[in-house]
């Protein structure tokens, strides 16, 4: 019998199902894999391996850190870090051969003082700003690198930005961001050109251009709120109850008591909390439920069953009233993810995003990886 509290299944035939799709939408351009937070909390190294055995063969990162355990993986992969050159860090991109991601003039500068230093021109991406106000060149600037002699002394492999809003085609941001793309690429012509995230490949005239940058849908989120999910599910978490306990009208539950029972109710105690990646705020209070406000739940035997209290840093309680006696049982199986509960609908409970369900997910499960078909 499993001894963890709580499994964390990972189909990583979803996730190569997921690439494919994405990649069939990005033809006739690349489809590249963003892989950064531990890939988007299921591991970077069997990530990398299915993906590459999927077909992809170019990867994003946040850091170099992540670079060097996906090249550990995939040795003749390209990699792109993407969160910028930190002062006095170019050397190590030399070893495995990685790739920075340039944001400003002053990480132009040192990359290609480093690149002259070390023998010649070697690749980077430029990142252009279009609208986010996070990192990148702005366009006068990068008009400066295109008249100055400093691109000359690098390989500038790739020209990319990032989209602010695209999972909704109504936000005119898009459009106002793939027309200060198109600007760009007219200063710097013939450099290969990536602004689609997996939103961004769902847009009206999916703005492709040469390679593709899925992130989230890759592992089951979904790119089009609103609408179907395209994507396959990639996680699964399933809690073990580990007590299960009857309350009269009036008992408070949790820290602070800040759930109280309506009626007598039957509650159920799993060993996941915040400090597994879930977060403090899907707790149940009486506020919430006075406003409708919906909160975290699981499902007890295909029952919605709410939180109830605080999630605290180990447990979370559950109110099991409605769901089968013999499922809402010590031993019994609470689903977090999965089924009418998809990433999407657990964060919004959280008053989050998939998002940050996803990356959050902790190491204190029991990870359980289901092979490619």
Not at 34 to 48: L, S
Not at 174 to 196: D, H, N, T
Not at 291 to 299: M, N, Q, Y
Request: proline letters at 8%.
């Amino acid at each position: 019998m499993p001894v963890a509290p709580a499994t964390l299944t990972i189909d990583l035939g979803a996730l190569a199902a997921n690439w494919r799709l994405l990649h069939e939408r990005a033809a006739p351009a690349e489809c590249a894999a963003v892989v950064k937070a531990d890939a988007y909390g299921i591991g970077i190294e069997p990530a990398v391996r299915t993906l590459w055995a999927a077909g992809c063969r170019t990867f994003f990162v946040a850091h170099v850190s992540e670079a060097k355990r996906v090249k550990a993986e995939a040795p003749a992969a390209t990699v792109y870090v993407l969160n910028g050159l930190l002062p006095g860090s170019a050397a190590s991109y030399l070893a495995p051969e990685l790739h920075p991601v340039l944001g400003s003039l002053d990480e132009i500068a040192e990359w290609a003082a480093f690149c002259v230093a070390a023998g010649g021109p070697r690749p980077a991406a430029i990142h252009v700003d279009t609208g986010m106000n996070r990192l990148g060149l702005s366009a006068k600037e990068l008009g400066e690198l295109a008249a100055g002699p400093l691109i000359r002394d690098f390989e500038p492999a790739l020209l990319m930005s990032h989209l602010v809003a695209a999972e909704d085609p109504a936000d005119p941001i898009s459009a106002k961001q793939i027309a200060a793309f198109e600007a760009a690429r007219s200063i710097l012509p013939g450099v290969p050109a990536s602004l689609a995230n997996c939103s961004g490949l769902f847009l009206p005239g999916r703005p492709v251009h040469d390679l593709a940058r899925p992130g989230y849908a890759l592992y089951g989120g979904n790119p089009t709120p609103g609408r179907p999910n395209p994507m396959r599910p990639v996680v699964r978490l399933e809690a073990r109850i580990v007590q299960v306990r009857e309350i009269g009208p009036g008992e408070r539950v949790g820290y602070n008591g800040r759930w109280s029972a309506p009626s007598p109710r039957r509650l159920a105690t799993i060993s996941v909390g915040y400090a597994d990646g879930y977060p403090r705020s899907a707790g149940g209070t009486d506020e919430a439920a006075a406003a409708g406000i919906d909160r975290g739940a699981a499902l007890v035997g295909g029952t919605l069953c709410p939180f109830v209290g605080a999630v605290s840093m180990d447990l979370i309680v559950l109110d099991v009233t409605e769901a089968p006696a013999k499922a809402a049982r010590r031993g019994g199986t609470a689903v977090l993810i999965g089924d009418a509960l998809d990433l999407d609908e657990v964060g919004r409970r959280a008053g989050t995003i998939g998002y940050e369900i996803l990356t959050g997910l902790g190491r204190r499960y029991e990870r359980r990886y289901s092979p490619m078909a």
